[in-house]
């Protein structure tokens, strides 16, 4: 007798089962599935014991015939292809038929379903893939497939999985995704008996955005905010969130392709690369990603479970979505959210200097100004050496200007409104908001300020260099000449004109404005080793960035400088100049705040 024969048919299905049903979760996913792919408005999810003791979805769609729920528990069975054409043109989430039966195979599975047209449904009970009873039933219109006893079979399986409340945690995870991504459609869970999640039908989008704040928690209420773009021929839409949302796992990417939840590489990468220098190290931001391309253009039979893609093409999926993201996110829509913008109460600003009110006379006022304008001048003067534009600073009044919103506070205020109180260990400047205390690392403000105006010279093609009266010489090492080779006309357009003159060796002729009396030498050096680091693949928006930022960290007050009250007042209001002043652009916080709340509770006010 050969070695080699067919598995058994229970064999069969249950190893099946286990590259389709890796927990109570994955069944969720596909029942949902299938509700959507059935038109369905409304879908209702029930668990018990986190799905492992009963799952069941019950939806609104079209239902099925007698002859389909008998057919829909055969493997292979389905309505979605006809032809190998259609498996490169797919529309719907299901198309394998593959799900009910490998779920059926490990439970104990009840279908219950019924079409508009019929005046009574059909019920099918399932145990371990064995058809125990087919009968008539009344019931309403639509489906609802109830599954019990989950790998009650399979006991290796079964002892694999979570505790309860982990499951049934992977469950909701899987609700809010195709809640996420299936807007029009009014999701529920039950959890024990209890109802948790909740997803009402959005009919436009500012219900859209209302609902996702519903389904992501009170921390997203207000901090999520539309985009719509195009890039070629593919649609990015959705919601991006307020830089203060981050969290530190990707958890908050939800990335959908053709309403498909989808993790991918490449899409994860383009939302990271969007939000570059608008978070801190380690944070990612909270994002709901639709990515709307041909369907001939993206391969969604590459994994088992449907949650891998492959693009046609990559390279232009990457830049479709950072080309429509990053547009968006360099305007910092939370800065302008219409929320109420803080006049700032009538009293001393910072100490020993006293602000005159519009009402204090021409001559007073006069004078303020001149003396803002004198201290900002020396302000620049010391740290940017005329690369900074003069911003006069003109007492706290109400204007129309859009708010910062301050992390931790919950208001929205401008930096220039804050009270500044003074420094404390000559590195952190104090401040009092609307709403409490406010904290600002001053070498990261000031450097974020300079980051963003020398991006903006740079697009302009005005940054400024200085010429160095003798030249430099610069030691390098093999990997820094050829990182010097391949980012020379970015170094010069950044005002570094550096050129090799041999073997280990280079002159540094000029160099940004910024940096005078900054040891420039020094800091093209390291700048060269970071390039060399980072490698020639690196993209050519990184360099940059790496190149722009090392220059404002240089370029900026240093923790331990003492700084003038004009002075601080200078860097508050040149904060409210930037696109954004939450982090540095190495990643680290700006600011911090703590609520007068916090504050009253240290005391027992509370």
């Known amino acids: 007798m050969g070695r080699v024969r067919s598995l058994p048919e229970a064999l069969r299905s249950q190893i099946a089962a286990g590259e389709v049903v890796e927990r109570p979760a994955s069944v969720a996913k596909e029942l949902i599935e299938n509700s959507l792919d059935a038109q369905a408005r409304s879908i209702t999810l029930e668990i018990e014991a986190g799905g492992l003791g009963r799952l069941s979805v019950t939806d609104d769609g079209e239902g099925m015939d007698r002859e389909d729920a008998r057919a829909c528990l055969g493997r292979h069975a389905t309505s979605k292809l006809q032809t190998v054409e259609d498996l490169v043109a797919l529309t719907t989430y299901g198309f394998r038929g593959e799900a009910l039966p490998s779920i059926a195979s490990v439970s104990r599975l009840t279908l219950t379903t019924r079409q508009p047209s019929l005046d009574e449904g059909w019920r099918v009970r399932v145990e371990g893939g064995t058809v125990l009873a087919e009968e008539p039933v009344g019931c309403t219109v639509g489906t609802r497939i109830d599954v019990r006893d989950l790998f009650f079979n399979v006991p290796a399986r079964r002892k694999f999985q979570k505790s309860a409340r982990s499951e049934a945690t992977h469950v909701e995870d899987t609700l809010i995704r195709m809640a996420l991504s299936n807007p029009g459609v009014d999701f529920r869970l039950v959890e024990d008996g209890r109802e948790g999640v909740r997803a009402p039908a959005a009919s436009d989008e500012t219900h859209e955005r209302e609902r996702a704040e519903m389904v992501l928690g009170k921390a997203a209420r207000g901090q999520l905010f539309s985009v719509d773009g195009r890039g070629g021929p593919y649609r990015v839409h959705g ?256 005002g570094f004109d550096v050129s090799s003159l041999g073997p280990g060796d280079a002159l540094l002729r000029s160099v940004p404005a910024l940096l005078h009396g900054k040891q420039p030498e020094r800091v093209c050096k390291e700048l060269l080793e970071e390039l060399a680091e980072s490698g020639a693949s690196s993209p050519l928006q990184d360099a940059l960035d790496a190149v722009l930022a090392r220059v404002a960290c240089h370029g900026s007050v240093r923790a331990g400088d003492p700084m003038t009250p004009m002075e601080i007042n200078a860097l508050l209001q040149s904060l409210d100049g930037v696109d954004l002043g939450a982090h540095c652009p190495h990643g680290r916080p700006v600011v911090r705040a703590i609520s007068l709340d916090a504050m009253a509770a240290w005391f027992d006010r509370i």
């Open 239 to 494: 919601l991006v969130a307020n830089p203060a949302l981050s969290r530190g796992d990707t958890k908050g990417l939800y990335t959908f392709v053709n309403g498909r939840f989808v993790k991918d590489r490449t899409l994860n990468h383009a939302v990271i690369e969007s939000y570059r220098t608008l978070l801190e190290v380690g944070r990612f931001p909270v994002v709901i990603l639709k990515l709307e391309i041909p369907p001939e253009a993206v391969d969604v039979n590459v994994h088992p479970q449907k949650l891998e893609v492959r693009f046609a093409d990559g390279s232009a999926i990457h830049h479709a979505v950072t080309s429509v993201l990053t547009p968006l996110l360099r305007t910092t829509p939370w800065l302008r959210t219409g929320q109420v913008t803080y006049s700032m109460p009538s009293t001393t600003p910072v100490a020993a200097v006293a602000e005159p009110s519009s009402s204090t006379g021409g001559d007073l006022a006069e004078l303020h100004r001149a003396r803002a304008k004198e201290a900002l001048a020396r302000f620049a003067g010391r740290m940017e050496r005329g690369a900074l534009e003069e911003r006069v600073y003109t007492p706290p009044v109400t204007t129309g200007r859009p708010p910062v919103s301050t992390p931790g506070l919950g208001g929205a205020t401008e930096f220039s409104r804050l009270r500044a109180l003074g420094q404390v260990g000559l590195t952190y400047l104090l401040c009092e908001g609307p709403e409490g205390l406010v904290v600002l690392d001053q070498h990261a403000a000031h450097e974020r300020v300079n980051f963003e105006k020398l991006r903006a010279g740079l697009g302009r093609g005005e940054i400024p260099a200085q010429r160095l009266l003798v030249p430099l010489r610069i030691s390098l090492t093999r990997a820094e000449e050829e990182a010097l080779q391949t980012h020379a006309e970015l170094l010069g357009r950044a």
